[in-house]
């Protein structure tokens, strides 16, 4: 008896691949800008500046107290191990405030990313330019007492304390995603902590003008962030598309 031929099994169906958006997703550097970046920043910005306007009909405000009292409590050595610390974060703020964000600009415009390297160009000098000098000459204040490093006029606001602000909102925004950018706010958060005690550690400046340059840093550069969004977010999707075609 002859046998049967045995039946060939049906053919496996061939699973549809899952359309691609033509859109790219959105990449995470740099950054988008908050939502509500204008209305903040310019709240952080207004309250240095009615401070500064306080300060030039008031020599002696209602916060001088404040002033005097931390000013009194830096009573440590000049030559102690606080005040080399101190000295080496105003080294820091001083000339390598400017060095660094100019490093970080050439080496963003080495990878072609122009447009970060613009909105970090703006945050380190337009808006020290045109935010901390005319505040500066607005509140007019003197600097504490015997300071133990050569200073210039114009105690209010921090230009060194605005310029480390505005150097961690600048890395974070073109450099840090999301997973680091967590980790790189605590960073930052103490480094410029650390700063604005440095700055009244050796007497350069008052508590309030720290915390008023701390303010006019986070305020122009939210400003500064909304200002460059499209620029930033044409970026972030040229960026998108290229890690689509890798």
Not at 117 to 122: C, T
Not at 157 to 179: C, N, W
Request: hydrophobic share 50%; glycine share 8%; net charge positive.
């Amino acid at each position: 008896m002859p046998h049967s031929a045995t039946p060939a099994p049906p053919p496996t169906p061939t699973p549809t691949p899952a359309p691609v958006s033509g859109r790219p997703h959105r990449h995470h550097v740099p950054a988008a800008a908050p939502r509500r970046a204008l209305a903040v920043g310019s709240a952080l910005l207004l309250a240095p500046l009615l401070t500064g306007l306080l300060l030039r009909v008031d020599q002696r405000p209602f916060f001088q107290g404040i002033d005097d009292v931390w000013a009194g409590s830096a009573n440590g050595s000049s030559a102690g191990a606080a005040t080399a610390f101190a000295l080496a974060l105003d080294r820091l703020g001083g000339p390598l405030g400017l060095i660094l964000p100019l490093m970080l600009t050439g080496c963003l415009c080495v990878y072609g990313r122009w447009r970060s390297a613009l909105f970090v160009l703006a945050t380190a000098i337009v808006a020290d330019i045109v935010v901390v000098l005319p505040l500066k000459a607005v509140a007019d204040r003197p600097r504490p007492p015997h300071p133990w490093v050569l200073v210039n006029d114009g105690s209010y606001p921090s230009g060194q304390v605005f310029s480390t602000v505005a150097l961690v909102i600048a890395v974070a925004v073109v450099a840090m995603p999301p997973t680091a950018r967590r980790w790189w706010w605590l960073f930052g958060g103490g480094y410029t902590a650390a700063m604005m005690w440095s700055r009244t550690w050796l007497h350069a400046q008052w508590l309030t003008d720290t915390f008023g340059g701390a303010l006019a840093g986070a305020g122009a550069c939210l400003l500064l962030w909304r200002v460059f969004a499209r620029l930033l977010e044409t970026e972030a999707e040229r960026a998108a598309a290229n890690t689509l075609w890798l």
